[in-house]
């Protein structure tokens, strides 16, 4: 089913003028778990609450609820999603772990990512521990990843943003820090054809035991922190140190001026390499 404003339509049917560029992914590919029921907004206020008010309602692990415009998107730390109309990919997926992976999930979205731009991009793709995808010193994607438990049992949101047309120049409080894929290729990037890939991804590591099993490594390999001397802010707390890698839940271990080794929460720190 797919949802156009408050109307869900079955995969398949026309949506006469209604633009939806994530028509019909329910049936394509061979995919496992993720996307069997998607839903698109043209606009919400977050795909996030709406994947967790889903969950909380008993709905099955697998559904993807994409828009076009979130009016209370929300990034780590409360920080806002800049994106304007039509031009990112916003998202949101509902996933029901086994809960020794649940700390395994922001890994999920951020490597996937990561793979899929690979597929539109010469350019060096890494990882900024903990959740942002990062291409020329920029940011170009980040995600949020709540869990909870219901009735149903345990699950996780993994809510994720994708710079792929929009124009950094035009919002300056990111213009120095952002970039798309549009700025990287120089000309317009399908929405659809980033989703599609992104999906497949997503989905051959999560339902996949091996790739699962060799997330944390396959991970760990793109991430531009390792072996940095970095600051890390814990609340009110700075720690300086030098990020020796993560562990097999994606905590970051640094190891500190007196020579104690950190073992630091993902979605409790920010961090910058030391000179920034």
């Known amino acids: 089913m797919l949802k156009v ?22 049936t394509l590919d061979d995919r496992h778990v993720i996307g069997r029921r998607i839903v ?28 076009d415009v979130q009016t209370a998107g929300r990034g780590r730390m409360s920080r806002t999603w800049t994106s304007a109309q039509s031009s990112d990919i916003l998202f949101s997926v509902l996933l029901r772990p086994d809960i020794t992976d649940l700390p395994k999930m922001p890994l999920v979205a951020g490597l996937a990512v ?41 699950f996780a949101v993994l809510g994720t943003g994708v710079n792929v047309n929009m124009d950094a120049s ?13 700025t990287l290729k120089g000309e317009s990037v399908s929405r659809r054809e980033v989703m599609r890939k992104l999906l497949i991804e997503m989905d051959r590591i999560y339902s996949s035991p091996e790739h699962l099993g060799t997330l944390v ?40 001026g007196s020579g104690e080794l950190r073992v630091l929460e993902a979605g409790e720190v920010t961090t910058q390499l030391s000179g920034q």
């Open 40 to 67: 698109w907004h043209e606009e919400t206020e977050s795909t996030n609450d709406d994947a967790r008010h889903a969950a909380e309602a008993g709905e099955p692990e697998g559904l993807v609820v994409i828009a």
């Open 170 to 182: 035009a919002h300056p409080e990111i213009s120095k820090i952002a970039t798309s894929l549009r």
């Open 217 to 256: 490594a396959d991970w760990s390999a793109r991430v531009e922190t390792i072996g940095q001397k970095i600051d890390v802010r814990w609340g009110d707390e700075l720690l300086h140190g030098v990020a020796e890698g993560v562990d097999e839940t994606g905590r970051l271990l640094l190891r500190d």
């Open 114 to 154: 990561a793979r899929t731009l690979d597929a539109f991009t010469d350019q060096l793709v890494t990882l900024k521990w903990p959740n942002d995808v990062r291409v020329t010193d920029r940011k170009i994607s980040g995600s949020l990843v709540e869990s909870g438990s219901s009735n149903s049992g345990y």
């Open 5 to 26: 404003g408050h109307y869900e339509i079955p995969s398949g049917e026309a949506l006469s003028d209604v633009l939806n560029e994530f028509e019909g992914f329910e």
